[in-house]
């Protein structure tokens, strides 16, 4: 079946370090891909999305690209805040009438002053 | 500002105990989600509403029902809470069929089960 596999945390940064998480998909037709964050004691809030091969979606300083090749949609920044400590799920979607999300395990950053 | 709200935020409930966690959406979205995500762990979807249609996981235990009485309210009603069913319970929407529309979540309801 579809699935989503990302990188294990922590990933333990400090403040204005380049961030990169990996994630990367199996699915038999071509899903919509999401970057969803969920701060403490929150649910989760929509970072970004692509929904087909080699779009870019960014946000907040945030970029992932959809690579169809690699089957990957990697999270990137340029520099981190320790406001950007959460957990980071990589998640993608089918078109089946509603859109089901299959979630990755997600990956916790730690950011430090 | 239209959004998904999720009452209460904390619920305690005993073992055994009918317990019913509430979610209500201002989006007018005709999808409507309930995930259970225990700690570390990703979100699991145990159905959702389409319009009134209602749509079981296949893994999803019998003693979690739902009710979605309109458009606008959805209720997650767990029959006899298990020491198991401690987690945090998201309620999310999204409007049908377009292609990558994006799921809006509540902020979570944490039951905790003595």
């Known amino acids: 079946g579809d699935s989503v596999t990302q990188m294990e945390g922590p990933v333990t940064l400090s403040e204005e370090a380049f961030l990169t998480i990996n994630c990367t998909y199996t699915?038999?037709?071509?899903?919509?891909l999401f970057w969803y964050v969920q701060y403490p004691g929150e649910g989760l809030q929509l970072l970004l999305k692509?929904?087909?091969?080699?779009d870019k979606g960014s946000n907040k300083g945030f970029e992932a690209t959809y690579r169809k090749e690699t089957t990957s949609f990697h999270l990137e920044k340029g520099s981190v805040q320790v406001s950007d400590s959460a957990v980071y799920f990589c998640?993608?979607?089918?078109?089946?009438?509603?859109?089901?999300?299959?979630f990755g395990t997600g990956t916790r950053l730690l950011v430090s002053p | 500002d239209a959004m998904v709200i999720q009452n209460p935020r904390y619920q305690v409930t005993q073992f055994g105990k009918p317990v019913t966690l509430s979610c209500s959406q201002t989006?007018?979205?005709?999808?409507m989600y309930w995930y259970q995500q225990k700690s570390s762990q990703a979100p699991k979807l145990l159905f959702h509403?389409?319009?009134?249609?209602?749509?079981n996981e296949a893994d999803t235990p019998d003693n979690f029902q739902s009710r979605r009485p309109n458009t606008s309210f959805c209720f997650l009603d767990i029959r006899s809470p298990g020491l198991g069913d401690a987690a945090m319970y998201l309620c999310?929407?999204?409007?049908?069929?377009?292609?990558?529309?994006?799921?809006?979540f509540g902020p979570g309801t944490r039951l905790t089960v003595t």
């Open positions: 998640a993608l979607s089918m078109d089946t009438g509603f859109q089901k999300l299959v």
């Open positions: 989006l007018n979205h005709n999808v």
């Open positions: 699915a038999t037709g071509y899903p919509s």
């Open positions: 692509a929904t087909k091969a080699d």
């Open positions: 509403y389409y319009d009134k249609d209602f749509n």
């Open positions: 999310a929407t999204s409007t049908e069929g377009a292609h990558g529309s994006e799921q809006y």
